[in-house]
C-alpha cells in the first residue's frame, strides 16, 4: 500500500491561489498514476486532475480546466495541484491516490488514498 500524505489546503479568497502537495514517503510516485479528488460536504467524491506518466497525459475535470495544474516534482516526490481563480464552488476536502495500473477520473480507478486537506474558498 501506497502511503500517500496531502498538504497545502488552507482557507483563500475567490479568486485567489493555492498550491496543494502529494507526497510518499515510501514509493516513488513516478511509478504510479496520480489523482486528485474533492469531496465537498454532502457530495460525492469528484474526480479534479490525474497525471499518468512522467509529466503526461494529464486529464482534468471540465469545472477546473484552465484554471488547475497537477504536475509531477521529481526532486522533491511530490504530485502538485496548482489551483488558480478559486471559486467558492471549489470548496472540499481534496485527496490524492495512487495506482500502479489503473488511471482516470474515477475514484474506482485507485486504491491507495491519501486522508485529505481541507480548501475553503469564502470571502
Known amino acids: 500500500q501506497v502511503h500517500l500524505v496531502e498538504s497545502g489546503g488552507g482557507w483563500v479568497q475567490p479568486g485567489g491561489s493555492l498550491t496543494l502537495s502529494c507526497t510518499s514517503t515510501?514509493?516513488?510516485?513516478?511509478?504510479?498514476?496520480v489523482g486528485w479528488f474533492r469531496q465537498a460536504p454532502g457530495k460525492e467524491r469528484q474526480g479534479v486532475a490525474c497525471v499518468v506518466g512522467t509529466e503526461a497525459p494529464t486529464f482534468y475535470a471540465d469545472s477546473v480546466k484552465g484554471r488547475f495544474t497537477i504536475s509531477r516534482d521529481r526532486a522533491k516526490n511530490t504530485v502538485n495541484l496548482q489551483m488558480n481563480s478559486l471559486k467558492s464552488e471549489d470548496t472540499g476536502v481534496y485527496f490524492c491516490?495512487?495506482?500502479?495500473?489503473?488511471?482516470?477520473?474515477?475514484?474506482?480507478?485507485?486504491?491507495?488514498w491519501g486522508q485529505g486537506t481541507q480548501v475553503i474558498v469564502s470571502s
Open positions: 491516490a495512487a495506482d500502479s495500473f489503473q488511471y482516470g477520473l474515477d475514484s474506482a480507478a485507485y486504491e491507495d
Open positions: 515510501e514509493y516513488t510516485l513516478t511509478n504510479f498514476a
